[in-house]
């Protein structure tokens, strides 16, 4: 009994050790490759539980998470013959894991950090090569490092990786040099400032002209409908005297009158010569008659 116990439990552990054998685990930030004898015959698992032949498979997994790698700074010439000298750094994943495996030599990550270097360097090389000092001083951060970006990731579908994100931390100019394309900038933004100015004024000048016009046009327009205003309201006021004229013309004439004694007799500092009998006192010499 205690010899068939003995060998249950040897039984057991060995089932448990092929097991364990047959069996391997890929995690999410894992890429796992099935060798067999040493060639590959499968790259494409995903994240769980996998099994596979003891001592006929093996498994080798690698990193699925990006990477980053800071390069030091690297002497670019530009198209004026000037050197640059520039700091970047770059962020990978891999793609296909067979073909990374298979390209830089069994998955070494230093061999795929040196082929990338070589990669972006090259575009590096040619994007500055096209252009000078100043430009690629003055030029926006993205659309440099987009062009350099687009340029390499041609060239990495080979070492199966995929080319996240390429940037240049730094910038340097030799010491000679610096000081005479930064006088050269100065001069290109003060002459780009007088430029602006003088549109600025120019189109200050064609509003304010505008504007006047607009005004001149407006008060004409306002005095001429003011004045058919006007018009009207003198020819109602005509229609109207007529009017009462026509009905009792002495109560007209002398209604007309008080209103002249009004407007001319009592003001403050008037003087007015006329004759006392005049027609102008017509109404008043009849009261004083009375």
């Not at 499968?42 to 790698?69: S, W």
């Not at 994943?93 to 040196?114: C, F, H, L, Q």
């Not at 010491?175 to 007088?194: I, K």
């Not at 064609?206 to 309201?233: C, F, M, N, P």
């Amino acid at each position: 009994m205690a010899n068939r116990g003995f060998l249950v439990l040897v039984g057991v552990a060995l089932a448990v050790m092929i097991l364990a054998m047959a069996t391997f685990t890929v995690r999410e930030t894992e890429l796992a490759i099935k060798f067999r004898f040493g060639e590959i015959v499968r790259a494409d698992y995903g994240p769980g539980l996998h099994f596979m032949t003891p001592l006929v498979n093996n498994i080798r997994k690698f990193e699925r998470r990006i990477v980053t790698r800071n390069y030091p700074s690297e002497q670019f010439l530009t198209s004026e013959g000037k050197i640059l000298r520039i700091d970047f750094y770059i962020k990978w994943r891999v793609a296909d894991v067979a073909t990374y495996y298979t390209a830089t030599s069994g998955g070494d990550p230093e061999i795929a950090a040196g082929r990338l270097g070589s990669i972006v360097k090259d575009g590096i090389k040619d994007v500055i090569a096209r252009r000078t000092i100043q430009q690629v001083v003055a030029a926006e951060r993205a659309e440099f490092t987009g062009e350099i970006l687009k340029r390499a990731q041609d060239s990495t579908a080979g070492l199966g990786l995929q080319l996240v994100d390429v940037r240049v931390k730094k910038t340097d100019l030799p010491g000679e040099v610096s000081e005479s394309v930064l006088q050269r900038m100065r001069q290109d933004f003060d002459r780009q400032a007088t430029q602006l100015r003088a549109e600025g004024e120019e189109n200050a000048i064609k509003l304010r002209a505008e504007a006047d016009r607009q005004r001149t046009e407006i008060l004409a327009e306002a005095y001429r409908e003011a004045e058919i205003v006007r018009g009207e309201g003198d020819a109602l006021a005509a229609q109207t005297y007529a009017q009462a004229y026509s009905r009792n013309p002495e109560f007209y004439s002398f209604h007309r009158s008080l209103q002249a004694y009004r407007e001319s007799i009592g003001t403050e500092n008037d003087v007015l010569v006329i004759k006392p009998d005049s027609e102008f006192f017509r109404y008043l010499n009849r009261a004083r008659a009375r």
